[in-house]
């Protein structure tokens, strides 16, 4: 049974930094696509960033700059780096990847970012 598992959020002041980490257990093969969405009060979820299995990254451009993602094939593990925060940045931050030879996309439970004025 494939699980996402994030940890790393909590409040912080505008212009701080946080770090996310997400770590995927349940597939042999490990993941292929890893990435991070996020979704705030009142708004509809969107991508914030997403990592290929060999380092492609795309970056949504409201973050762009500032959130750096990364990931670690051997820990099956995809981290955030979120620069610069601003409140807007603040919601719910879910991982999501797609086991390798596999297609289904699997979400984790969301870990919640806040970001204060």
């Known amino acids: 049974q494939v699980q996402l598992v994030e940890s790393g959020g909590g409040l912080v002041q505008a212009g701080g930094s946080l770090r996310l980490s997400c770590t995927g257990s349940?597939?042999?093969?490990?993941?292929?696509?890893m990435g991070w969405y996020r979704q705030g009060p009142g708004k509809q979820r969107e991508l914030v960033a997403t990592i290929t299995r060999g380092g492609q990254t795309n970056i949504a451009y409201s973050v762009k700059g500032r959130f750096t993602i990364t990931r670690d094939n051997a820990k099956n593990a995809v981290f955030l780096q979120m620069n610069s925060l601003k409140p807007e940045d603040t919601g719910v931050y879910y991982c999501?990847?797609?086991?390798?030879?596999?297609?289904?996309?699997?979400w984790g439970q969301g870990t919640l970012v806040t970001v204060s004025s």
């Open positions: 349940g597939s042999i093969f490990g993941f292929d696509d």
């Open positions: 999501n990847a797609v086991p390798r030879y596999d297609t289904w996309t699997y």
